[in-house]
């Protein structure tokens, strides 16, 4: 199968910033990267200044050697369009370019992302730039991939000067097609008195003295996304038009609230993240997995690209663990087994300066007699083991439906409870399966549900007739739909359905809501679940509903307080399916619950009876071939039954099972129609640098 790039096989390397150092050294770097077995650097990021010294020069000898250098080391280049950071000669004489906060501060130059989204001075310096850059390396043998700017919406999301205001007036006439009346309609204005005789009456929302229209700030959340998405297009479309055949990317940041992923995706030639999961947190692998599923998910299961990770510890949290002996392999090929076809890092030689000179490094400053560059190297021989994994896919049987508009919508001010934040809810629910081995996809609310056979949506704040409509189709042709609590309640203008809640999902749920019930911070709610060969008593936190019946069957009761003896958890046959509510939220004691969707829709782990704390997926190749990564994440050796294929990392035959040591890792090729099959001898354990 194909892979991402021109270059074969899995890619490895990470951010190279070669103008931080003396010429001497490049050659050094690229000696050790071909030791590494780096076969892909990203280049320019951050040398905007490097590149352009003023308004009217441009320096573009280093760059040649240096692209040349990379060429003769057989070494591949995804060159950054450098316009993450402007540079002082441009801000200094268009200091307006700066982005404003709510509060009318201006932010300074001397960090990165110091400009306005809606700039039109910004976004001409960077076409500009972008297409210097296209014109004169769009034939280089080295450029195998464009990587636009760098973390979009990282440090600067949104924007409240005059520039902003006049761009997101103009959004508005779009998106309501010059009609101020319609915007006035939309917005609820008859609220407050906030009624709008035309768009030059309409400001961003910037700080006011109370609570602000709420439609107004999600029609703010949704222009912030576009603006940015913006800049990334046209710089898009030089590189598209000067460089045809040249994959473009822009860098993501796993689950970030305030880019709409699902429709920058569609722009993305290939799909990039940066994900840093913390050491310290006893289940960042579990976030992780999240993440990488939504990153695979976004162009329909395609392989996507790492493109940063931390080779150890970050420089930015309060305290920077570095990861233990194990723990950097073991989540590089975690990566691999959601669908990555490529592991790369920020960055490869530690930094003597600047703000992230303590963040870890492929090359550390210790130099090559460090741990890390053993790992480094080590880590590079198996992704060349690896290689033939590069273009095959997996697919889970269960999506998780996600609403990039309902996200923003349901974390507003003034609604029952500010504790109800999407994360949150999510988090739980994906970590009940993850637990149960169960691979997950996301859909966004116009995706395909065909081929899955159980559809999730802890939260629906935000919902559409017509997504309500492909709902109901979905489970009357047999599908299974677990929706969460404080769903159905408004419609894309964020006005509350009529009727009762879940508002257009009453007649799919069976159930009409009577009240919200919050649950104090500290304070829980007993759920009992049952009854069946085993009541079991869950704790609700948060958040509570009293729910009345309207054809849907009780499956878990509240067991104490005023909601004591009402429904909990209810379960909805409607056509050939079946449609589930919690109308409370569960936390990390939703598994149990969701066991039984789980088995009425059929979904079965990947490999069952699978050690605690081990991960398995399958990737599959276009010719059957089947990979299947099993992670143990756990501190104990344990021994995972398995017969037949072929351990890629060691070459060995699985005759038997795979003996898996504490953070250890086997990838196993299986050939077609060949399943794994339990057999009791175990192999050697391995050791980690």
Known sequence: MASLTRVPGLLHGGDWSPEQWPEA?????????????????TIGVFAWARIQPDADSWDFGWLDRLLELCHAHAVAVDLATATASPPAWLVRAHPELLPQTADGVRLEFGSRQHYCPSSPVYRAAAVRLTKALAERYHAHPALALWHIHNEYGDHVAECFCPESATAFRRWLRERYGERIAELNRCWGTAFWSQHYGQFEEIEPPRTAPGPVNPTQLLDWRRFCSDALLALYRAEKAVLDEVAPGVPVTTNFMSMLKSLDYWEWSRHEDLVSDDAYPDPADPRAQVTAAMNYDLMRSLKGGRPWLLMEQAPSAVSWRPVNLPKPPGLYRLWSLQALARGADGVLHFQWRASVAGAEKFH????????????GWRATVRLGAELRRLGEIAGSRLRGQ????????????LELDDHPSARMRWPELLGPWYAALHERGITVDFVPPTGELDGYRLLLAPNLYLLDIATADRLTAYVRAGGHLVCGPFSGISDRHDHIHPGGHPGPLRPLLGIVVDEHRPIPDGAATAVRLGPGPGPRELRAVTWSEWIELEGAEPLAHY?????????????????????????????????????????????????????PGVEATRRRAADGTGYLFLLNHGPAECHVPLDGGTDLLTGAEVTGGVTLAPLGAAVVRIPRATAPTPAPTPEPAEEHL
Do not use: F, I, Q
Request: charged content about 20%; hydrophobic content about 45%; overall charge negative.
């Open 559 to 611: 067991a104490t307080g005023e909601l004591a003896g009402r429904p909990a958890v209810t379960r909805h046959r409607h056509g050939r399916g079946s449609a589930w509510y919690l109308s409370c939220h569960l936390g990390s004691d939703v598994g149990p619950v969701l066991e039984l969707p789980l088995a009425e829709a059929g979904v079965t782990p990947e490999l069952p009876g699978l050690p």
């Open 360 to 371: 870890s490094a492929m090359l550390p400053h210790r130099g090559t007699a460090s741990r």
């Open 398 to 409: 269960a999506a998780v439906l996600l609403d990039w508009d309902s996200w923003w919508a």
């Open 25 to 41: 050294v490049w050659a050094e770097d690229l000696k050790l990267m071909n030791e590494a077995g780096v076969n892909l650097v």
